[in-house]
């Protein structure tokens, strides 16, 4: 036995020095293939019916350069509530997202979203039940339930069904066009973008597939490198949705974003996300369901096959009520640049110390010969 712990031992202090070998090991520009940020956004089926901008960094695409995203995310959903707005909402929903990227010019890059949704009974309660209890966070709702079932998607103010939904399977929603200007800043400051987008109506707002209404929001993007290894996103948006809405004439304020992400590469293709969201509603009815602002956090992995395509998988947890927003979602983001150039760290971040040696005084001039 005592042979037995000393090589588990051996084995133990060997991984952790091969970790701080390799967190120590001086960094190379082209060591890393950094993805972009994995493009989240407010997942709830309720705040999905207006404009929510992806989260995505301030860089721009090489002008003439096209980049296609497949995006996919499977949430459960589960908020019941009573008195003036009556409601029940009961089911998972897979919302797959179909983009393209493309910059016409150096510095400006136009963008395309089109949703695809499904909503139905799925496969993530068990597994949601399985954590709750394992960190003694049980949510009492599920047990009105049985797993993976569609129990309902139905809101109601006073005598006015506000929304009547039934499951779907892979309905289009709101298309959204964007655009995207980098600022033209020193290589040395955090990067700038200024962001803009329109959405609008294409989706069944019958059921509750978008708001039959156009949206549009302005924002900010920035991102910068403190360090080789560590690459820092943020975002903030400003939406204006076009109310009224649904047969209860809802009135509607401006939505607020905030994102931030950090993404740590842990080897030249592998990086490790961490995702912090905040989103405001635009309802103001007086019911947590349809009010509220919403608190997310995210963990995930990403690997770059190579400079063309990568893959990233994320985890994203609701920190506020259940009613504001989805309860667990998990995404899954594929990538595809297939003009891309050869990926290298951004150009950008503390400038590196001079090493540059003093310039050497030139010699005397040699004597002229002796005649």
């Given at each position: 036995m005592r042979g037995r712990g000393g090589s588990e031992g051996v084995g133990w202090w060997a991984l952790c020095g091969?970790?701080?070998?390799?967190?120590?090991?001086?960094?190379?520009?082209?060591?890393f293939d950094h993805?972009?940020?994995?493009?989240?956004?407010?997942?709830?089926?309720?705040?999905?019916?207006?404009?929510?901008?992806?989260?995505?960094?301030?860089?721009?695409?090489?002008?003439?350069?096209?980049?296609?995203?497949?995006?996919?995310?499977?949430?459960?959903?589960?908020?019941?509530?009573?008195?003036?707005?009556?409601?029940?909402?009961?089911?998972?929903?897979?919302?797959?997202n179909f983009g393209a990227?493309?910059?016409?010019?150096?510095?400006?890059?136009l963008g395309l979203d089109l949703p695809f949704i499904s909503r139905y009974g799925g496969f993530l309660d068990p597994a949601i039940d399985w954590v709750e209890d394992l960190f003694g966070a049980r949510n009492v709702e599920?047990?009105?339930?049985?797993?993976?079932?569609?129990?309902?998607?139905?809101?109601?103010?006073?005598?006015?069904?506000?929304?009547?939904?039934?499951?779907?399977?892979?309905?289009?929603?709101?298309?959204?066009?964007?655009s995207k200007?980098?600022?033209?800043?020193?290589?040395?400051?955090?990067?700038?973008?200024?962001?803009?987008?329109?959405?609008?109506?294409?989706?069944?707002?019958?059921?509750?597939?978008?708001?039959?209404?156009?949206?549009?929001?302005?924002?900010?993007?920035?991102?910068y490198l403190p360090w080789q290894r560590l690459m820092l996103y943020g975002n903030l948006n400003l939406v204006y949705p076009v109310g009224p809405i649904t047969d209860g004439c809802l009135t509607l304020n401006p939505i607020v974003t905030q994102s931030f992400a950090a993404h740590l590469a842990l080897t030249r293709r592998f990086s490790a996300m961490l995702h912090q969201a905040v989103y405001t509603s635009p309802f103001h009815t007086g019911s947590r369901l349809l009010d509220g602002t919403v608190v997310e956090l995210g963990l995930g992995l990403g690997f770059a096959w190579n400079e063309h395509v990568g893959t990233q998988l994320l985890a994203i947890q609701n920190m506020s009520g259940v009613q504001q927003s989805a309860d667990f979602s998990l995404m899954l983001a594929l990538q595809w640049r297939p003009?891309?150039?050869?990926?290298?760290?951004?150009?950008?971040?503390?400038?590196?110390?001079?090493?540059?040696?003093?310039?050497l005084t030139a010699p005397p001039p040699a004597a002229a010969p002796v005649p």
């Open positions: 091969v970790l701080v070998a390799l967190l120590a090991a001086p960094p190379v520009a082209a060591q993805l972009p940020p994995v493009p989240t956004r407010n997942f709830a089926p309720l705040q999905l019916l207006f404009l929510n901008p992806p989260f995505e960094r301030a860089a721009t695409l090489p002008g003439g350069e096209l980049a296609l995203l497949v995006q996919t995310t499977e949430s459960s959903i589960i908020a019941t509530s009573q008195g003036r707005v009556d409601s029940t909402l009961k089911f998972e929903q897979n919302w797959t990227r493309y910059a016409p010019l150096e510095g400006w890059e599920r047990d009105q339930f049985p797993n993976n079932t569609f129990g309902g998607y139905v809101v109601a103010r006073d005598t006015v069904v506000l929304i009547d939904a039934g499951e779907e399977s892979f309905q289009p929603g709101d298309l959204s066009l964007s200007y980098a600022f033209d800043l020193p290589p040395h400051w955090p990067r700038l973008a200024l962001r803009g987008a329109v959405k609008f109506p294409t989706g069944n707002a019958g059921a509750a597939l978008g708001s039959g209404q156009p949206d549009f929001g302005l924002g900010l993007a920035t991102d003009w891309a150039l050869s990926t290298a760290l951004p150009e950008i971040g503390p400038p590196p110390p001079s090493t540059a040696l003093p310039a």
